[in-house]
């Protein structure tokens, strides 16, 4: 009797389990595409903390990946209106939270990489950012990334972008000898820049338009741009079914100039940076 009832308890201990696919709820999906054509409902991840990205300012984020999000997963649903449960994703539990379904989705400036494909299904990528240079406005002493010779920069904790200019390849880009100026974040690194306390801030353009578009005609990107990033849409692992159907979403956003639409609604005022004329190549789902 003591035999059935653990193994009793173990079914219904799986039976819970399967329903938390897709990002929980009382029922499962095959997908997040037929969760979204059926229940209208989805759990999207984003950042928090990036402005004219992904910035929670009231009781949900705004910025361009919040905007694109609710453009593709509103297409994946037919066109009706999704229910969307936002949740904070940092870039250090993404894959987590997508291999134990505590999201469905993500768009958090999610870099497609080789060894993000082993753990992530990514759909896209609906643009390419690139690792740029952030002056003040008024400098004229750099105008290009290897101007960044002996020049002050700044090493914000966790993030290896500096690497690109001051390592050679493989891991760096540059190889120059900056001076490095540490940080906790990239809001102290432009605290810093506008203090004059370095001469550059340098990562993606986009997370550096961010920053410019909070204090308009204070800051400058070179608009130098010398790597590429992908930014993808992140899915449980072999989620194919979604990937198709979150590519056509994206190839149809530059179609009708949606894209175009919102990236001037976030970049627009950023100095250096140009709006994405066509759809990227998208890297195939698997």
């Known amino acids: 009797m003591r035999a059935r009832r653990v193994w009793a308890a173990l079914a219904v201990a799986a039976t819970a389990a399967s329903l938390t696919a897709c990002g929980g709820g009382d029922e499962s999906y095959s997908s997040v595409a037929e969760k979204l054509e059926k229940?209208?409902?989805?759990?999207?991840?984003?950042?928090?903390d990036q402005p004219g990205l992904g910035l929670k300012k009231g009781s949900e984020p705004e910025g361009f990946d919040v905007d694109v999000a609710k453009y593709v997963v509103k297409?994946?649903?037919?066109?009706k209106d999704v229910d969307i449960t936002w949740k904070e994703s940092a870039s250090s539990n993404r894959e987590a939270f997508l291999a134990n379904g505590?999201?469905?989705?993500i768009f958090a400036s999610y870099s497609i990489t080789e060894s993000r494909k082993e753990k992530v299904t990514f759909?896209?990528?609906?643009v390419l950012a690139h690792q740029d240079v952030m002056v003040r406005s008024d400098d004229s002493a750099i105008s290009k990334p290897t101007d960044l010779a002996g020049k002050r920069i700044c090493q914000a904790a966790g993030s290896n972008s500096y690497k690109r200019i001051t390592d050679p390849p493989p891991d760096g880009e540059l190889n120059l000898d900056a001076q490095l100026v540490g940080a906790a974040t990239y809001s102290e690194c432009v605290s810093k820049l506008g203090g004059n306390n370095l001469d550059a801030v340098t990562t993606d353009d986009l997370i550096l338009a961010g920053f410019a578009g909070q204090a308009p005609g204070k800051f400058k990107i070179l608009g130098q741009p010398f790597t590429d990033e992908k930014y993808g849409v992140g899915l449980k692992k072999g989620d194919t079914k979604t990937c198709e159907a979150v590519n056509a979403a994206i190839g149809k956003m530059y179609q009708d100039g949606t894209m175009?639409?919102?990236?001037?609604k976030w970049f627009g005022q950023a100095q250096g940076l140009k709006a994405p004329t066509g759809v990227p190549t998208f890297e195939g789902c698997s």
Not at 75 to 79: P, Q, V
């Open 260 to 264: 175009q639409q919102i990236f001037t």
């Open 102 to 105: 505590t999201v469905d989705i």
């Open 75 to 79: 297409e994946l649903a037919g066109g």
């Open 39 to 48: 229940a209208h409902k989805v759990v999207v991840g984003t950042k928090w």
């Open 123 to 126: 759909g896209g990528p609906y």
